[in-house]
């Protein structure tokens, strides 16, 4: 089993949907969790950190559910610069930060 | 403050040669990764160093890549004999000491062409 799974996705909604990703982890022990965005031929970028009580940026939202270690990003009201991957982050042993392979969005007007 | 630096942005080298990609971590960052991006593909991890530990070289994809970080601080990756697979972006990423909810930030890359 891969430490970090994800939906590679793409998905494709049109502009003001409301899209939610998933990703699993496997190691029960991790403590930090991210999402990141990445443009095309772009380097990743932190787009949140995700907290046990789950926490929300303007249209984002992200959600963490240590029983089933899975965490969750929803986006509401996309846009078209939505349009990226998001790469699921999730702290392994030694700390070491273990990057899913991503989940490619795309936004339609 | 400056960000993750890395060098060259671009390189071209012919199948056989040996390349060596440089990273400028933030400073004072003591964690170190390096992860490669073919086109298309996600985030391939090579290797993490954390502070004076030994590093995880487990995402080495064969013997002609090696890593190094001289004083905790600058990165070389080296590729030797390069291979036309080998062609890919090389990302360099760094991050503060270790804790929860420390992010790791990015370098721009280098790409790198084998012809």
């Known amino acids: 089993r891969k430490e970090v799974e994800q939906d590679p996705g793409p998905f494709n909604v049109p502009e003001g949907a409301t899209v939610a990703f998933n990703c699993t982890y496997s190691?029960?022990?991790?403590?930090?969790f991210f999402w990141y965005r990445q443009d095309c031929r772009k380097e990743p970028k932190l787009l949140m950190s995700?907290?046990?009580s789950g926490n929300e940026d303007g249209r984002f939202t992200a959600q963490l559910n240590r029983a089933s270690q899975y965490i969750s990003l929803l986006i509401r009201d996309s846009k078209l610069s939505d349009s990226a991957t998001y790469l699921c982050?999730?702290?392994?042993?030694?700390?070491?930060?273990?990057f899913g392979t991503g989940t490619r969005l795309q936004v339609f007007p | 403050g400056a960000g993750v630096s890395q060098s060259p942005s671009n390189k071209v080298t012919e199948k056989g040669k040996d390349v060596e990609l440089r990273c400028d971590p933030i400073?004072?960052?003591?964690?170190l990764y390096w992860y490669r991006q073919s086109l298309g593909q996600g985030l391939e991890f090579l290797i993490y160093?954390?502070?004076?530990?030994?590093?995880?070289k487990s995402g080495l994809p064969s013997d002609r890549f090696s890593a190094e970080r001289t004083g905790g601080s600058v990165s070389t990756l080296t590729i030797q004999r390069t291979q036309q697979e080998d062609s890919a972006v090389y990302l360099c990423?760094?991050?503060?000491?270790?804790?929860?909810?420390?992010?790791?930030?990015f370098g721009q890359g280098t790409r790198l062409t084998v012809v």
């Open positions: 982050v999730v702290n392994g042993n030694t700390d070491k930060l273990i």
């Open positions: 990423a760094s991050s503060p000491a270790r804790g929860a909810y420390t992010e790791a930030f």
């Open positions: 995700v907290y046990s």
């Open positions: 190691n029960s022990a991790s403590q930090s």
């Open positions: 160093f954390q502070g004076n530990s030994a590093p995880d």
């Open positions: 400073s004072g960052h003591t964690a």
